[in-house]
């Protein structure tokens, strides 16, 4: 048996420099299972100091010891043996993880274990790397294996020595290659006055090892952050090169971008559904105060003309709080299957009116277009807004071109979702300009509520964010290409749902015939008084009979100073003291079987999110319009419109 009073096995410096330096927890080990040694981010996953974990020895660090133990009599001497097993932390807490182990000899002749071990309940995933460099010892080729991490070394001058794989892997070069360069001509330059006093500073304190993060360039010029551990390997004579361990941090820079835009972009739009839903219940009354007045105008009228003016502005103002609410998420869409040419078509003759002369604008659309399932209405608000964005690019004039076509192909449409995967293909849309353009910088910012590069006064910077919450909100992707100098090409992909011709869509406008009431009795709930009369007056004015009141003991009081039950509840969702569905609860207890409509100036996922809503409750968004109103509650009533 080995003897146990030998001391620790013997490491070389650079032997020992690897060993503290690696970022994998580590351990060296007899062959009987008694610990020698443990670096320090052994130490730090299993919650003790090396001597507490060496005295733990492998019986009471490894909860699976007989398993282990027949694994590793299948090892030989050089060989080495993987696996997976639950640890047990000096704190008695537990967790699986995975394990290399080889054996070599220490410098005194003994056998030893170096065993490197990740715990996978983090999810860390650290992959093997292809041996380093043949002129690394043999007995180290597994440990250097068993990192994911890149490796290299290089004089003090910075001439390169040495690399490992997945080194060579991260930068793109050979190792023949970064031999016949310098160590500073991977780094961008504004980290070199500062590295070289942090390589200074090492080899000036001996021993010294540092940490840091700072970017590397790869062959093909981009640039990637990476954290660098780093320290150096003396001879005798003094020191001979610096070690480091690379780690890519492209990933992780990546998660934590996209956490902190979801982060802005949630709350921006919590602030976005409160304002709205303020300002839709001032919708609601302006909308139906027009409507009502407009049935009272002579036709040819001036006072006609002034009030369609009021209702156009309204309806204007309603169009741009659902974009609001489209870019943070939470409006309550209206899909339906669109021919993309036709609100091309639709907008081409807007835009006409508004873009200046000095902007040339081009419509390219493909024949036999697919149809995509989105809100016309909105779709029309993110080419008017891309077509704006564009004009303010070419202040000196340009050419606009807007184009559709068919993407049949999953490597057409490789990073436009799920569309092109699932074999539908993509309908795509490009707004394209010749303007000024805009660098990397700007272009990663562009999509962010509140950005913009317009003067003070002259824009929210709210348009391309409403723009990427309607894009995705319809189940598509948005990218954009630019440069300066080169214009700005945005591209938006959208799943296509059918190749047939879009029917004809018959909504009621201003001017459409409303289904009509016969009589039933609505219980408004409602608890803003402007909201509840105009709701009221309107429906009056469908032939429905109206009972309406802000409170549950209100709405009471008067259906039993009435003749007669209501037919339908139509309720608000949020109000003070009850909300709409603890009315309705309460309500259908005095009335089995009351059919309930809910209103609210949120959209309808607002209250999915917050279970507000009983699953399947019919709803109706404000502002709404007397048609929209009048076919909701016939539906609810389970009859045909009367008209």
């Known amino acids: 048996m080995p003897d146990r009073r030998k001391p ?127 002129r690394f010892d043999r007995r180290f080729r597994e440990l250097y294996e068993a990192l994911g991490d890149g490796i290299v070394s290089a004089t003090p001058d910075g001439t390169i020595l040495e690399a490992n794989e997945s080194y060579l892997k991260m930068l793109g070069y050979s190792i023949d290659e970064l031999r016949s360069m310098s160590y500073p001509q991977l780094t961008p330059e504004r980290w070199h006055e500062e590295e070289a006093r942090t390589i200074s500073e090492l080899f000036r304190a001996r021993g010294l090892r540092a940490t840091y993060e700072k970017e590397y360039r790869r062959k093909d010029g981009t640039v990637f952050p990476i954290e660098l551990r780093v320290f150096v390997r003396y001879h005798d004579d003094g020191p001979a090169s610096m070690w480091g361990i690379v780690r890519d941090l492209t990933v992780q820079r990546r998660s934590e971008e996209r956490l902190r835009q979801s982060e802005k972009m949630e709350a921006v739009g919590r602030l976005a559904g409160g304002v709205a839903h303020d300002f839709n219940n001032l919708l609601t009354v302006i909308l139906g105060g027009a409507r009502l007045a407009l049935d009272h105008a002579p036709e040819g009228g001036v006072l006609r003309e002034e009030i369609d003016e009021i209702h156009a502005a309204a309806r204007r103002a309603r169009d741009l709080t659902r974009q609001l609410l489209a870019f943070s998420r939470r409006q309550e869409l209206d899909p339906r299957d669109v021919d993309l040419n036709d609100v091309v078509l639709d907008s081409e003759r807007i835009l ?65 979702g799920s569309a092109a995967e699932e074999g539908r293909g993509c309908i795509l849309l490009t707004v394209e300009d010749t303007g000024v353009g805009m660098d990397e910088e700007t272009r990663s910012h562009i999509f962010e509520p509140f950005f913009t590069t317009k003067p003070v006064g002259k824009g929210t910077g709210l348009g391309l964010a409403m723009v990427f919450g309607t894009v995705e909100q319809s189940g598509g992707r948005i990218q954009v290409e630019s440069a300066p100098g080169r214009g700005t090409r945005f591209e938006i992909c959208l799943p296509r749902v059918a190749d047939r011709a879009a029917p004809p869509t018959e909504g009621a406008g201003p001017e459409g015939e409303a289904s009509r009431g016969a009589g039933e009795l609505v219980l408004v709930m409602e608890d803003d008084e402007q909201v509840r009369r105009i709701t009221s007056r309107t429906l009056e004015r469908l032939g429905f009979a109206v009972v309406a009141a802000a409170t549950l003991e209100e709405a009471l009081e008067r259906i039993e100073a009435g003749s007669r039950p209501p037919a339908i509840l139509l309720s608000d969702v949020r109000m003070p003291v009850r909300s709409g569905p603890e009315v309705a609860a309460a309500l259908r207890e005095r009335f089995p079987g009351l059919p309930v409509v809910y209103m609210s100036g949120y959209s309808a996922d607002e209250f999915d999110d917050t279970g507000g809503l009983p699953q399947g409750a019919a709803f109706l968004q404000k502002p709404f319009s007397p048609e929209d109103l009048a076919e909701r509650l016939r539906a609810a009533l389970g009859e045909s419109p009367v008209r």
């Open 352 to 416: 006409t009116r508004l873009i200046g002369e000095h902007v040339a604008l081009r419509t390219e659309l493909a024949p036999h277009l697919g149809l995509v399932r989105a809100d016309p209405v909105q779709l029309q608000q993110v080419i008017m807004n891309l077509a704006l964005n564009a004009q303010d690019a070419m202040p000196h004039g340009g050419m606009l071109t807007i184009r559709t076509g068919n993407l049949s192909g999953q490597a057409d449409c490789q990073w436009k």
């Open 8 to 134: 620790n096995p013997e490491l070389s410096p650079l032997d020992e420099g690897l060993f503290q330096a690696m970022g994998d927890p580590a351990l060296v080990s007899r062959p009987d299972g008694t610990f020698l040694r443990a670096n320090p981010a052994a130490c730090r996953s299993l919650g003790g100091t090396e001597e507490e974990i060496v005295r733990a020895g492998r019986r009471g660090i490894v909860l699976d010891d007989e398993v282990l133990r027949e694994k590793l009599a299948t090892r030989t001497r050089s060989g080495s043996v993987k696996g997976r097993l639950h640890l047990r932390r000096l704190d008695g807490t537990t967790f699986p993880a995975e394990f290399t182990s080889s054996v070599v000899t220490d410098r005194s002749g003994e056998p030893v274990a170096y065993t490197i071990f990740r715990d996978v309940s983090e999810g860390e995933r650290i992959e093997q790397a292809e041996r380093v460099a043949s």
